[in-house]
């Protein structure tokens, strides 16, 4: 029977550093999932806690849990973590627990750690961001720390790697040895004890402050039921027990029995404050004009730099993806089998892995943004405007997100603890333009827009691909504030965040984040592209009846005299038009015309539903099946700009067309995992169906718009 890997908690404050300790313990050895039973993220991963040279290596399991201040939870995401903790049946209930804490402000990271150590878990403090405290005045001493916490404490670097040596020894020693329970730093009995000891013999519970626990919140117990529940109730006003006034009391005893524990081991030369560079970059970044300016420039910077970095390797991917469809369209023997290969699967990929550049470029440029502390200050500066529209400064980090994937961000509003906030926010996140939706902005910019540059510097598709974002932004801005006056707010809002100080982006963080971000849209959406298209070449390779041969028997007769090249194409249009696919787009065909668009299109939109990024790999599938066989070699781009509309004989990707499907696809609902989010998060389809209906009305209509006032 395979033995159980230990598993260890990580566990810390908000931009305390956790997440880059996360990556430095386990590398790539890391996986990311939802917590049993919630859709709130999990990210886990194995780290070794000896070499090879000292022996046997033992691997153990770390688990990334959601920053908090408090033990309380104020949201969802906070709630996870007493949910396991308080839990030992819980899958994820640690065997040791790994408290990070941000060394330049002790005191309050230390709050924490006394609740987490009275929980009566194993634990050990990584002392980091060592070298904030050092410019800020502050020199930690870890050894008088240690010795009044009773618990190993270990400096570390978790941006470089500094002390994990250390800390992995510690963490070893924990699981090696059963160490006695440390006295309380808080302990509940000494006034409430009655109810202490109620709860522990009805609960079989060996813990004073986890007893307390069972009393404060029970209610957010997912392992409690309703009985259990009630029952603790029955306690609370059998002893008449006062919350509010009970938890005040305890976070001012704590603070105090910490502060003479802090003094002993920080020294503070002269007035500890923030870098003073940090306080020169904020008078501009923060400013009420400059913070603006300075966030638009910065974006517009990331968006020219997608477009003139990645054009050379997405030139070549595609070039080359071309050329081995053709070389394998020649090596192999024409028939069923082959058009499946090629214009099927291959053609497929091809629309997959041609966007690999752009998107590893976009996230790691977010990254880097995330890594120096920048992105807590836009967050603070889009507070102001925020309020006016009915949200508030937290939203700024779903919709940030959504620039990635919509799924994932509007998980990621469980931090807003306003529901009303909450809500506009998980309904207005789509309008960000996501991940998913570049492969058909590129591709199309990239047919209307030339390749020059404006002023000398600024790259015109870039402009373009920056403007489209922009646009999404300002939707969904636009639609909060419309949306603020039918959702009713019941709760009233406030806006708290500590402010992290600027450092320089650690490379392997963001490595590590651009590898997650390209392999999630590789695998995950790359299956979906692949399946879709393979399906789509059957549906577009068959039709009902005889009609396809019959169609092919008449357009051969008719152009008998034609050269073989254009009798082909001719062919492969109409059986691509008396297919499966073809009557099915022929069908819808009617509701999208006045947007410009024709059947082909039709199908692509369609089945884009389920992924947007499954247009262009439809595209590719259906221009590959319905094109010339001497143009095999010819690359998505080319196949798009070589399309001709039946009606007027000129191209069919006009800059009305384009520029419509441009705006359609900015603003339209074709996902139908972030509906199925949404209706996790909402619990229930009302707010699904009402954000489907207004996304899409909205992106017909803007569509609609710009094709007749451009055509």
Same mark, same amino acid.
């Given at each position: 029977?395979?033995?159980?890997?230990?598993?260890?908690?990580?566990?810390?404050?908000?931009?305390?550093?956790?997440?880059?300790?996360?990556?430095?313990?386990?590398?790539?050895?890391?996986?990311?999932?939802?917590?049993?039973?919630?859709?709130?993220?999990?990210?886990?991963?194995?780290?070794?806690?000896?070499?090879?040279?000292?022996?046997?290596? !033992?691997?153990?399991?770390?688990? =990334?849990?959601?920053?908090?201040?408090?033990?309380?939870?104020?949201?969802?995401?906070?709630?996870?973590?007493?949910?396991?903790?308080?839990?030992?049946?819980?899958?994820?209930?640690?065997?040791?627990?790994?408290?990070?804490?941000?060394?330049?402000?002790?005191?309050?990271?230390?709050?924490?750690?006394?609740?987490?150590?009275?929980?009566?878990?194993?634990?050990?403090?990584?002392?980091? %961001?060592?070298?904030?405290?050092?410019?800020?005045?502050?020199?930690?001493?870890?050894?008088?720390?240690?010795?009044?916490?009773?618990?190993?404490?270990?400096?570390?670097?978790?941006?470089?790697?500094?002390?994990?040596?250390?800390?992995?020894?510690?963490?070893? !020693?924990?699981?090696?040895?059963?160490?006695?329970?440390?006295?309380?730093?808080?302990?509940?009995?000494?006034?409430?004890?009655?109810?202490?000891?109620?709860?522990?013999?009805?609960?079989?519970?060996?813990?004073?402050?986890?007893?307390?626990?069972?009393?404060?919140?029970?209610?957010?117990?997912?392992?409690?039921?309703?009985?259990?529940?009630?029952?603790?109730?029955?306690?609370?006003?059998?002893?008449?027990?006062? !919350?509010?006034?009970?938890?005040?009391?305890?976070?001012?005893?704590?603070?105090?029995?910490?502060?003479?524990?802090?003094?002993?081991?920080?020294?503070?030369?002269?007035?500890?404050?923030?870098?003073?560079?940090?306080?020169?970059?904020?008078?501009?970044?923060?400013?009420?004009?400059?913070?603006?300016?300075?966030?638009?420039?910065?974006?517009?910077?990331?968006?020219?730099?997608?477009?003139?970095?990645?054009?050379?390797?997405?030139?070549?991917?595609?070039?080359?993806?071309?050329?081995?469809?053709?070389?394998?369209?020649?090596?192999?023997?024409?028939?069923?089998?082959?058009?499946?290969?090629? =214009?099927?699967?291959?053609?497929?990929?091809?629309?997959?892995?041609?966007?690999?550049?752009?998107?590893?470029?976009?996230?790691?440029?977010?990254?880097?943004?995330?890594?120096?502390?920048?992105?807590?200050?836009? %967050?603070?500066?889009?507070?102001?405007?925020?309020?006016?529209?009915?949200?508030?400064?937290?939203?700024?980090?779903?919709?940030?997100?959504?620039?990635?994937?919509?799924?994932?961000?509007?998980?990621?509003?469980?931090?807003?603890?306003?529901?009303?906030?909450?809500?506009?926010?998980?309904?207005?996140?789509?309008?960000?333009?996501?991940?998913?939706?570049?492969?058909?902005?590129?591709?199309?910019?990239?047919?209307?827009?030339?390749?020059?540059?404006?002023?000398?510097?600024?790259?015109?598709?870039?402009?373009?691909?920056?403007?489209?974002?922009?646009?999404?932004?300002?939707?969904?801005?636009?639609?909060?504030?419309?949306?603020?006056?039918?959702?009713?707010?019941?709760?009233?809002?406030?806006?708290?965040?500590?402010?992290?100080?600027?450092?320089?982006?650690?490379? $392997?963080?963001?490595?590590?984040?651009?590898?997650?971000?390209?392999?999630?849209?590789?695998?995950?959406?790359?299956?979906?592209?692949?399946?879709?298209?393979?399906?789509?070449?059957?549906?577009?390779?068959?039709?009902?009846?005889?009609? %396809?041969?019959?169609?092919?028997?008449?357009?051969?007769?008719?152009?008998?005299?034609?050269?073989?090249?254009?009798?082909?194409?001719?062919?492969?249009?109409?059986?691509?038009?008396?297919?499966?696919?073809?009557?099915?787009?022929?069908?819808?065909?009617?509701?999208?015309?006045?947007?410009?668009?024709?059947?082909?299109?039709?199908?692509?939109?369609?089945?884009?539903?389920?992924?947007?990024?499954?247009?262009?790999?439809?595209?590719?599938?259906?221009?590959?099946?319905?094109?010339?066989?001497?143009?095999?070699?010819?690359?998505?781009?080319?196949?798009?700009?070589?399309?001709?509309?039946?009606?007027?004989?000129?191209?069919?990707?006009?800059?009305?067309?384009?520029?419509?499907?441009?705006?359609?696809?900015?603003?339209?609902?074709?996902?139908? $995992?972030?509906?199925?989010?949404?209706?996790?998060?909402?619990?229930?389809?009302?707010?699904?169906?009402?954000?489907?209906?207004?996304?899409?009305?909205?992106?017909?209509?803007?569509?609609?718009?710009?094709? !007749?006032? %451009?055509?």
């Amino acid at each position: 029977m395979k033995q159980k890997k230990n598993r260890i908690a990580l566990v810390g404050n908000p931009n305390a550093g956790k997440s880059s300790l996360f990556n430095q313990l386990t590398g790539l050895r890391q996986k990311t999932g939802n917590f049993p039973g919630v859709t709130v993220e999990k990210k886990s991963g194995t780290f070794r806690l000896t070499t090879p040279d000292q022996g046997a290596v !033992q691997e153990v399991l770390l688990i =990334d849990f959601p920053g908090i201040y408090s033990i309380y939870p104020k949201s969802a995401d906070e709630q996870v973590v007493m949910n396991v903790l308080a839990n030992p049946s819980h899958p994820d209930y640690p065997d040791a627990v790994i408290v990070v804490a941000d060394a330049s402000n002790l005191q309050r990271n230390l709050l924490l750690f006394t609740e987490i150590a009275d929980l009566g878990l194993p634990t050990v403090l990584a002392l980091n %961001m060592l070298d904030i405290a050092r410019s800020m005045n502050q020199e930690v001493n870890a050894v008088p720390l240690a010795m009044q916490l009773g618990v190993p404490v270990v400096k570390i670097n978790a941006r470089t790697g500094e002390g994990l040596a250390h800390l992995r020894q510690a963490v070893q !020693q924990l699981l090696d040895h059963e160490k006695a329970a440390l006295p309380y730093f808080f302990d509940p009995s000494e006034t409430q004890a009655a109810l202490i000891e109620e709860v522990k013999e009805s609960y079989q519970l060996t813990n004073n402050y986890l007893a307390l626990q069972y009393v404060c919140q029970h209610d957010s117990f997912a392992f409690l039921d309703q009985p259990r529940r009630a029952r603790l109730d029955a306690f609370i006003d059998k002893h008449g027990f006062d !919350q509010t006034d009970f938890l005040a009391r305890e976070t001012i005893t704590r603070y105090e029995r910490l502060k003479p524990i802090v003094e002993k081991a920080v020294k503070v030369d002269g007035f500890g404050a923030q870098p003073r560079w940090t306080q020169r970059l904020d008078r501009v970044l923060l400013h009420p004009v400059w913070g603006y300016l300075s966030f638009m420039l910065i974006l517009l910077v990331i968006f020219q730099a997608v477009f003139a970095w990645a054009q050379y390797p997405m030139d070549w991917i595609d070039a080359g993806t071309a050329s081995l469809i053709g070389w394998t369209k020649e090596a192999l023997p024409a028939g069923v089998l082959n058009e499946l290969l090629t =214009d099927g699967l291959m053609a497929g990929i091809g629309g997959v892995i041609i966007f690999i550049p752009q998107i590893a470029f976009l996230f790691a440029l977010v990254a880097l943004l995330e890594e120096s502390g920048y992105m807590a200050r836009v %967050m603070v500066i889009m507070d102001r405007m925020m309020r006016r529209l009915g949200l508030n400064g937290r939203s700024v980090v779903p919709l940030i997100s959504g620039v990635a994937c919509a799924v994932p961000a509007i998980m990621t509003t469980r931090s807003i603890t306003n529901s009303y906030e909450r809500l506009l926010t998980i309904l207005v996140t789509p309008l960000m333009s996501c991940s998913a939706r570049l492969p058909i902005y590129t591709i199309l910019i990239a047919l209307v827009v030339p390749e020059q540059t404006v002023l000398g510097v600024l790259n015109l598709q870039g402009l373009v691909l920056f403007a489209l974002y922009f646009l999404g932004l300002a939707a969904a801005l636009g639609s909060a504030w419309l949306l603020s006056f039918f959702i009713k707010r019941k709760e009233t809002s406030y806006f708290m965040l500590e402010m992290p100080t600027y450092k320089l982006p650690r490379w $392997s963080h963001v490595g590590i984040t651009v590898y997650d971000s390209v392999r999630s849209f590789v695998v995950e959406a790359g299956r979906i592209i692949v399946a879709i298209s393979i399906v789509l070449w059957v549906l577009a390779s068959y039709g009902p009846g005889d009609r %396809m041969e019959a169609a092919e028997e008449s357009v051969r007769a008719r152009m008998a005299q034609e050269a073989p090249d254009v009798q082909e194409a001719a062919v492969s249009s109409v059986r691509l038009e008396y297919s499966y696919a073809g009557h099915f787009g022929r069908f819808i065909e009617p509701a999208i015309r006045p947007l410009g668009y024709d059947w082909k299109i039709g199908i692509a939109l369609i089945s884009s539903f389920a992924a947007r990024e499954v247009f262009v790999g439809t595209m590719a599938t259906i221009y590959s099946i319905g094109g010339d066989a001497s143009e095999d070699a010819m690359t998505v781009k080319e196949r798009l700009r070589a399309e001709r509309n039946p009606r007027t004989g000129g191209p069919m990707y006009t800059p009305a067309v384009s520029y419509s499907l441009l705006v359609f696809y900015v603003f339209a609902m074709m996902c139908m $995992s972030t509906l199925a989010i949404v209706y996790r998060e909402t619990r229930g389809w009302k707010w699904p169906l009402i954000q489907l209906v207004y996304m899409m009305a909205l992106a017909y209509g803007a569509a609609f718009a710009v094709y !007749q006032l %451009m055509s």
